[in-house]
């Protein structure tokens, strides 16, 4: 719609409401019968009211027998959240903001005030140019977003890759430990020449480039670096996925297109009829040459390609070049500040992207991988590891470092070993986060809150939120700062840069951190992986489908999802705001609120069950269509074996209660583990 179309169409409106104006309001709202509440007006919250000035020829105003002189009125109340009063004369228009401070800050009606005065320019002499055309930001605030805080050029570019940079730390520390689970560990130099073994074979076998080796092992190993050095991307098919599509990890083989499949011969697990296997313990593998084949990898050869699962239910294969893979590398190196004497858990299975942050930056600076092993850790399990290994650096889910953050302040006071870093992930972070972490001794402890899809190879943005003022005054989950080699961008539904505070799609840029796509899904990486219209020529943008917004200190606060809107009783309704207040009241440590057979449903995990307070404070602030019809409290979120929480495994409401609480056994999800890995290690 063009501007001068959206003012003939305001003006018949507003016409078309003159003609009914002796309506008395009362009246109006009667029949409407709005949501009432005592904060904001029953019909409307932002008003725009024109006055024109009738002035004599001295410039002086004018009405019948009387003299009129303007006296200038200083009130400081605000009627509604959000006025624009503007008056013509013949010395041009004035126009004034009034707004509740409660709301808006200075600087935000400010910021209103220019985008406005902007648009006005914009549309003069144009008004037959498209809204979405017409330029709203100052120059100032557009170069914040585009230049200041987003940098898409390569951070970091090796020839070499991760599998070379590897094989430079086994000849420069030979000796030092590369990998340890429990009381075994192995050098650089052993792993080094095991993986050079599986190399030499594939090659013998025909390996080549840009063919895919499938990976069922249940064993954390570095085979990938020997399948790299043959130039052969690795898919992931570990059993630790709970799935409940069936034969899901052969489903993920035969879209991949494996022509071989790297496993151990007693793991069960269902392959494509003619798959080829290489059996990682045959003995044959201890002939082959142990010395670094001379295999050409290059940046745009496919490194990787792990499977998530989407909306649609249908698993898609994200594909992960070299290039990209060790531009990260380097990245997360820098930020976690990593070097050759920390010990840095494996936390994560093979195919979650977690495992990419855990393991690659650690083998390639040289520094030791603790490896987690089948169990899935409870949190006095994890400080036991972390005192026992030595541990320096955790990367963990954020729903798994909440449990363990609450299991940390039950305790008290206590020592955390060598451990000086923790990141969190996944999923938001609770507001109150750092200020708990800081509450329970952990102050010494770097936190930093990383955030980033699998497209754009695992982390994007990084908050360090260690001291908690990154958070002060927060309303949505913060994630930080564009990495380097990354731009976060702000959009609405035209691909514009949304101003400060406003929300839109999140989308991310780089010139080499993006996935290629995703495999043999042409319409979708279509769909997702967009023309960069602030880049140059052939550079794409992943729509992450995140709604977000930047404060005006360059922090990305993470709103919720697009796909989180959902549709009740023909009200549509962001799930993620009802979580948002429910998090804000005291007591309430975690929440989560989903729709169900047209009925909102809200999870908690609160210290007490106060049913009749907390449904009071959501019809004070929420319309009644927005407040759940059921309240379900936990003991804990139930989590997958990556730490991550599981929908799928949440109580179903009872329709005969509008509350239940619902107590999950302390060792529900380790009994659900070990089914799974006793299945799958039988033999």
């Not at 004599?56 to 105003?61: L, M």
């Not at 605000?78 to 004035?94: C, K, M, N, R, V």
């Not at 691909?495 to 495999?519: F, H, K, Q, T, W």
């Not at 989560?592 to 009925?599: D, F, H, S, Y």
Request: glycine fraction near 8%; aromatic fraction near 8%.
């Amino acid at each position: 719609m063009t501007f001068s179309a959206l003012l003939a169409q305001v003006k018949q409106r507003a016409l078309e409401a003159q003609s009914h104006q002796d309506l008395p309001f009362e009246q109006l709202v009667e029949a409407l019968q709005p949501e009432r509440s005592l904060s904001h007006n029953p019909l409307f919250q932002v008003m725009f009211n024109h006055q024109t000035e009738g002035r004599g020829p001295r410039g002086e105003q004018q009405l019948p027998g009387l003299d009129v002189e303007a006296l200038e009125w200083g009130s400081q109340s605000a009627q509604f959240d959000l006025s624009l009063d503007t008056q013509e004369s013949p010395d041009g228009i004035w126009a004034s903001l009034t707004y509740a401070t409660d709301l808006f800050e200075a600087a935000t009606v400010q910021r209103m005030a220019e985008h406005w005065q902007r648009v006005l320019r914009a549309v003069v002499g144009r008004a037959g140019t498209r809204i979405a055309q017409l330029g709203m930001l100052v120059d100032d605030e557009q170069r914040s977003l585009l230049q200041d805080w987003n940098r898409s050029t390569a951070a970091f570019e090796d020839v070499a890759g991760v599998h070379g940079l590897f094989q430079a730390q086994a000849r420069q520390r030979p000796d030092a430990v590369a990998l340890c689970l429990d009381d075994r560990s192995i050098s650089y130099a052993e792993l080094n020449r095991q993986a050079n073994r599986l190399a030499h074979h594939l090659i013998g076998q025909g390996v080549g480039p840009e063919v895919l080796v499938g990976w069922r092992s249940s064993v954390r190993s570095t085979w990938w670096s020997a399948c790299w050095r043959c130039s052969r991307p690795v898919v992931p098919m570990c059993r630790w996925t709970r799935n409940t599509r069936a034969n899901a990890c052969c489903i993920c083989s035969k879209t991949a297109a494996c022509a071989w499949c790297l496993t151990h011969a007693h793991v069960a697990m269902p392959l494509p009829e003619g798959m080829a296997t290489v059996d990682l313990a045959d003995a044959r593998l201890a002939l082959c040459p142990e010395s670094d084949p001379r295999v050409a990898v290059a940046a745009q050869n496919l490194a990787y390609v792990i499977y998530t699962s989407g909306s649609t239910g249908k698993p898609k294969g994200v594909a992960i070049n070299h290039g990209a893979l060790t531009e990260f590398s380097s990245i997360a190196a820098g930020y976690s500040r990593l070097t050759a004497d920390d010990r840095v858990l494996q936390f994560a299975t093979l195919n979650f992207d977690g495992f990419v942050e855990q393991l690659y930056p650690a083998l390639t600076h040289g520094a030791t991988v603790v490896l987690r092993g089948p169990e899935l850790w409870d949190s006095a399990r994890l400080y036991d590891e972390i005192i026992a290994q030595g541990i320096t650096l955790a990367d963990l889910p954020t729903a798994y470092w909440h449990l363990f953050l609450l299991d940390c302040l039950a305790a008290g006071p206590r020592a955390y070993g060598a451990l000086r870093q923790v990141h969190i992930g996944g999923e938001a972070m609770p507001l109150d986060g750092p200020q708990q972490w800081l509450k329970a001794g952990l102050g010494h402890v770097r936190l930093l809150n990383t955030y980033g899809p699998t497209e754009a190879t695992v982390v994007s943005s990084v908050l360090d939120c260690t001291a908690g003022t990154e958070l002060m005054g927060a309303s949505a989950s913060p994630i930080g700062r564009s990495l380097p080699g990354r731009a976060l961008y702000v959009l609405d539904r035209d691909v514009n840069l949304a101003p400060l505070g406003a929300v839109g799609e999140l989308y991310i840029g780089s010139r080499c951190g993006l996935a290629r796509g995703y495999l043999n899904r042409a319409v979708l990486t279509a769909e997702r992986f967009v023309p960069d219209p602030f880049g140059e020529a052939g550079e794409r943008l992943y729509r992450t489908g995140d709604l977000a917004r930047y404060r005006a200190d360059g922090v990305i606060e993470y709103v919720g999802r697009v796909d989180h809107q959902v549709k009740i009783r023909g009200f549509r309704i962001e799930l993620g705001e009802i979580e948002t207040l429910l998090l804000a009241q005291e007591g309430v440590r975690e929440a989560l609120v989903l729709a169900a057979e047209n009925q909102l449903v809200a999870y908690l995990v609160c210290e007490r069950h106060d049913v009749e307070a907390l449904k009071s404070i959501l019809r004070e602030q929420l319309p009644d269509y927005m407040v759940p019809a059921h309240l379900i409290f936990l003991e804990r979120m139930p989590l997958n074996p990556n730490g991550k929480l599981d929908r799928q495994a949440l109580p179903k409401p009872d329709a005969s209660q509008a509350q239940q609480v619902w107590v999950a056994p302390v060792t529900q999800l380790e009994q659900q583990v070990a089914a799974v890995w006793a299945d799958s290690s039988r033999g």
